[in-house]
């Protein structure tokens, strides 16, 4: 078993949809950014994909790609689970912290949860989604953006390659 940890951040800004964990939530602005800025799910890729040394998200869907301008993070998380895949691991669960001020995100994080189980392929209690504010304090805090946090815990299949055997 391994584990990764991952974070993202953007900020703030009017005439963009608020899209978190896959999932869209009506709110006057949205997150800022190459694609839909999702920062749940960047988080949990990059959990991921450090799980298994496979770099950052960046790496992979760099921003100067204009393949991946406005496209969905789901997209990024399909092929971030076929990557471990690929090296013969899955994903045993996903943890995630969204830090935003407002809006109020208990009522969204059921879908939120669905959403990323079924991207992924693995039950809906292998994934916990939580939100928290920050008090006021940083820009979170002051609604200027909302980050995520996010940890994950990958297994290997018993044939993996000796090369992942780290």
């Known amino acids: ?16 949809p608020l899209v978190l964990g896959g999932v869209i939530i009506p709110h006057d602005r949205g997150l800022d950014g190459h694609s839909d800025a999702d920062v749940a799910v960047h988080a949990l ?34 092929h971030v689970t076929q990557l471990l895949a690929d090296c013969l691991y899955g994903l045993a669960n996903a943890d995630i912290t969204i830090v935003a001020q407002q809006p109020r995100l208990s009522p969204y994080i059921p879908r939120m949860v669905d959403t990323l189980a079924t991207t ?11 939100a ?7 820009f979170p805090g002051q609604a200027a953006g909302m980050a995520a946090y996010a940890v994950c815990l990958v297994h290997r299949s018993p044939s993996t390659p000796s090369s992942w055997q780290k």
């Open 1 to 16: 078993m391994r584990i990764g940890f991952g974070y993202d951040a953007h900020r703030l800004v009017p005439g963009r």
């Open 120 to 130: 992924i392929g693995v039950p809906p209690a292998q994934i916990s989604v939580k």
């Open 45 to 78: 890729c990059d959990a991921m994909l450090g799980a298994v040394a496979l770099g950052d998200l960046g790496r992979h869907f760099p921003s100067s790609d204009e393949r991946w301008r406005g496209v969905s993070s789901l997209v990024f998380l399909r």
């Open 132 to 138: 928290t504010t920050t008090d006021g304090l940083g």
